[in-house]
Every structure is written in structure tokens, then in C-alpha cells.
T-cell receptor, first 116, second 115 residues
Framework: AQTVTQSQPEMSVQEAETVTLSCTYDTSESDYYLFWYKQPPSRQMILVIRQEAYKQQNATENRFSVNFQKAAKSFSLKISDSQLGDAAMYFCAYLPRETSGSRLTFGEGTQLTVNP | GAVVSQHPSRVICKSGTSVKIECRSLDFQATTMFWYRQFPKQSLMLMATSNEGSKATYEQGVEKDKFLINHASLTLSTLTVTSAHPEDSSFYIC???????????FGSGTRLTVV
């Protein structure tokens, strides 16, 4: 079974600084998707970034980028120029590359605090 | 695109009554939807997979008679908490996907309080 581990329950960063959130996963599959979701105090789950395992290039979305290390099964999220609105719970998630109906496997989450 | 609407956002009910939560995919069809439960400061716990036109698949430990799921159309799944008790108080979230490679879109969640 696939597992996703986020070893940092809490992280903090100063506004405008950079922070990296860690995520490791375990799978026997060779093709899959990885995601980072953000859950602010409103509790709405928001997709931050996604990575397709067969793509070697790391995904980027504006201030958000990932460091995808397939061999190490590591998928960290880097947030640059942190803003107060980035404060949220961040979840790493794994999805097998199957037909529709595949389930997401979530990590435990990392609570990010942004200090002004 | 890929909007999922969930209602109600908050509901308070008396112990012993039933509550229905709706999850709609507004701009796409979803043959599969997922229902999660989330406790404060914890991750999402998958309760069941809702399949259009067939029975839902429940995760181990989830009481199917307490948490009734109906997926009668390609855009609507409902979760009914039957004979609710205070321990059922929680945050419930649904999700669906337009296409698996885009990940899943989540509803805004329902905070259920049973008094």
C-alpha cells in the first residue's frame, strides 16, 4: 500500500522569506501523480501544485515549486517570498496513474505559520 | 473549471435525527466522488467512495448503515448521517475529479454539530 509521510507537523517562516516543506512517499508503482494541497483556516482544500512522476522537470507555479526526487521518493514544496496568505495546513498527496476512481493518499499535514 | 459545490456548510442537529449533505460537480460529470471526514489539525480520512449508479465502497471501520451514500446522477452524491450522535460531530468533505491527471477538486466542507 502507498504511504505518504510529512515529518514536519509545524513550520514557520518570516514574511518574504523562503520555506521548504518535506514529503516522502512509498510506492511500488512507476507512474503516478503527486500533489500539494493547501487548507487555510476556511478549511477549503486548494490545489497548489502537481507533478507527474514520468516528468523529470520539477513543477513550478509562480512562487511555489517542488523538488521531485523519484529515486529517493521525495517531493518537497518550496514557497518563495512567503506571504501572510500562505499560512495554512499543507498536505502532500499521492495518486496512482489509473483510470478514474483512484483514491488520493494524504500525508499527515504540515501547519505553516507566516510571521510578519 | 472543475468546481465542486457542497451544502450545507454548517449544520446543527439534535441527537437521533438524520442529516443529508450534498456534493455537486457543477461543470463536469463525476462517475466517482469521495467522502472524507476530518478532525481538527488532522489529515483527511477517507470514509467511502461514491460510484454513480452503484453501491458505495466503504473504508474499513466506517458504518455503512450510519453513513448512507447515494450517487444517483453524474453530478450529485449525497451523504446522510443517520441517527446522529455527538460523536458524529466533525468536518465532512467531498471531492471529485474531472480527469485523474488533474487531481481532485474538493467541496468547501460541512461542519456537523450534533447536540
Amino acid at each position: 500500500a502507498q504511504t505518504v509521510t510529512q515529518s514536519q507537523p509545524e513550520m514557520s517562516v518570516q514574511e518574504a522569506e523562503t520555506v521548504t516543506l518535506s514529503c516522502t512517499y512509498d510506492t511500488s508503482e512507476s507512474d503516478y501523480y503527486l500533489f500539494w494541497y493547501k487548507q487555510p483556516p476556511s478549511r477549503q482544500m486548494i490545489l497548489v501544485i502537481r507533478q507527474e512522476a514520468y516528468k523529470q522537470q520539477n513543477a513550478t507555479e509562480n512562487r511555489f515549486s517542488v523538488n521531485f526526487q523519484k529515486a529517493a521518493k521525495s517531493f518537497s514544496l518550496k514557497i518563495s517570498d512567503s506571504q501572510l496568505g500562505d499560512a495554512a495546513m499543507y498536505f502532500c498527496a499521492y495518486l496512482p496513474r489509473e483510470t478514474s476512481g483512484s483514491r488520493l493518499t494524504f500525508g499527515e499535514g504540515t501547519q505553516l505559520t507566516v510571521n510578519p | 473549471g472543475a468546481v465542486v459545490s457542497q451544502h450545507p456548510s454548517r449544520v446543527i442537529c439534535k441527537s437521533g435525527t438524520s442529516v443529508k449533505i450534498e456534493c455537486r460537480s457543477l461543470d463536469f460529470q463525476a462517475t466517482t466522488m469521495f467522502w472524507y471526514r476530518q478532525f481538527p489539525k488532522q489529515s483527511l480520512m477517507l470514509m467511502a467512495t461514491s460510484n454513480e449508479g452503484s453501491k458505495a465502497t466503504y473504508e474499513q471501520g466506517v458504518e455503512k448503515d450510519k453513513f448512507l451514500i447515494n450517487h444517483a446522477s453524474l453530478t450529485l452524491s449525497t451523504l446522510t448521517v443517520t441517527s446522529a450522535h455527538p460523536e458524529d460531530s466533525s468536518f465532512y468533505i467531498c471531492s471529485a475529479s474531472r480527469a485523474v491527471n488533474y487531481g481532485y477538486t474538493f467541496g468547501s466542507g460541512t461542519r456537523l454539530t450534533v447536540v
